[in-house]
């Protein structure tokens, strides 16, 4: 019996392919959303934007921008402290990532990955937010949660934490 072997090939590596890109084709019992996946922090760069050691398929090192947050440039006030706060809050080495629009993978400028950054159970773009390192900024999205950033926005204002607690801000 003659086998087509270039078919059997083929099915093979789009099962194979498959997993490397999402690590499962098939979904949990229920349609439960698998796990969130776990990257390591290679680098940071300045208050809203990281790398880390991004897998699908095979590990690339990945540049992230976080969404609603825009922290301060090298050389304004606040830049140093900013970096420091966002490397604070990855101390532990691993972040989750979401994007916007689930299975959106969108990019800003400069080719950065866009999305909501997470570790310890904590939404790091809210918290930079909370700790007065960024204004709510929206020009990379305000979508499905602008009301934590408003209110962590309005609570870092209120406490004059952060840029809000600066001489220069005039808020």
């Given amino acids: 019996m003659k086998t087509n072997w270039p078919l059997k090939l ?6 194979f392919s498959c997993g490397l890109l999402v690590g499962s084709c098939i979904l949990p019992i229920g349609g439960a959303s698998p796990e969130p996946q776990v990257w390591p922090v290679v680098n940071i760069v300045d208050g809203d934007t990281l790398d880390i050691l991004y897998q699908p398929p095979f590990p690339i090192e990945e540049r992230l921008r976080l969404i609603q947050v825009d922290t301060p440039e090298r050389g304004d006030l606040g830049y140093q402290e900013a970096a420091e706060a966002l490397e604070t ?11 916007e629009t689930l299975g959106e993978h969108e990019r800003g400028a400069y080719g950065r990955l866009l999305v909501y950054l ?4 904590k939404c790091i773009n809210v918290e930079l937010v909370r700790l007065g390192w960024s204004a709510n900024y929206t020009k990379y999205g305000e979508g499905r949660m602008n009301q934590a950033f408003e209110e962590a926005e309005q609570e870092a204002k209120e ?9 220069s801000t005039g808020e």
């Fill in 118 to 121: 997470y570790s310890g159970g």
């Fill in 89 to 99: 809050l990855v101390a532990n080495g691993e972040v989750s990532i979401e994007f």
């Fill in 10 to 15: 083929v099915v093979v590596l789009t099962v």
């Fill in 159 to 167: 406490s004059q934490r952060g840029l809000w607690g600066l001489p």
